[in-house]
């Protein structure tokens, strides 16, 4: 009975997600949210630069940079295939699992929505003069899109995160005293990220909202899927 109220959570959880992503993309227009989306940007920029520590380190900008590229597509689609390997083949009960295909359908919807938002909602990405390090030897890095809602990165940062931390700790692959160190890592990543696309000037608080919201849709719709039996 646990199981069945915990799995139709799930579900419904995914569908709120969806519904708010839904919404925030139909009223991401609006001055309020534009005005957010500035300051954010200016106070986050502000506070990381004039950061006596940060600034005794000197690597934040490379530890920005770095980042990103670990919720790149590229990085993504290789963790996913990995990901989806691992559960297609149930070592406990000796057989194949092909719900474990759920995962990269899922990552592939969350692309799909990702790329008709951009299409149809025109939310102008922050201008260059917001880009910190325009000049870099990976020229993928500063080369912004016309339009940046919703957040890419975002979205698969926290799709791959919740997917990841599903399989560590249900699947007992961490100990239960390793559980909530596991959700610590996993939390600061997704984090990172997200930071890291508004300090960087790629994108806006409202894109990173965005993709919060798309990429928990996705993950918990599959989370759905991938244990329905047994969630």
Not at 8 to 15: D, E, F, P
Not at 73 to 81: A, N, Q, R, W, Y
Not at 118 to 126: G, L, Q, Y
Not at 175 to 186: I, S, Y
Request: charged share 15%; aromatic share 12%.
């Amino acid at each position: 009975m646990y199981n069945r109220y915990m799995k139709h959570l799930v579900v419904a959880g995914s569908i709120i997600l969806l519904f708010l992503f839904g919404l925030l993309s139909k009223y991401e227009d609006r001055a309020f949210i534009r005005n957010l989306d500035f300051a954010v940007t200016v106070r986050l920029q502000e506070r990381i630069d004039r950061s006596s520590h940060l600034r005794a380190a000197s690597v934040v900008g490379n530890l920005m940079e770095g980042a990103t590229f670990f919720a790149s597509p590229e990085f993504i689609s290789i963790v996913t295939v990995c990901l989806t390997g691992f559960l297609l083949y149930d070592r406990k009960k000796k057989r194949w699992n092909m719900r474990a295909l759920a995962v990269p359908l899922a990552l592939t919807a969350l692309v799909l929505v990702e790329i008709y938002s951009k299409s149809v909602v025109h939310h102008p990405a922050p201008v260059f003069s917001m880009i910190k390090n325009p000049t870099t030897i990976f020229p993928a890095n500063y080369i912004n899109e016309q339009f940046s809602y919703p957040s890419g990165h975002a979205a698969r940062g926290l799709f791959i995160a919740v997917i990841a931390g599903i399989w560590l700790i249900r699947d007992r692959f961490v100990r239960k005293g390793a559980a909530m160190l596991t959700l610590g890592l996993l939390s600061g990543y997704v984090l990172l990220v997200s930071v890291s696309r508004i300090y960087l000037g790629h994108h806006w608080f409202s894109d990173v909202a965005g993709g919060w919201l798309l990429g928990g849709a996705c993950s918990m719709a599959c989370a759905s899927f991938l244990y329905k039996k047994n969630v």
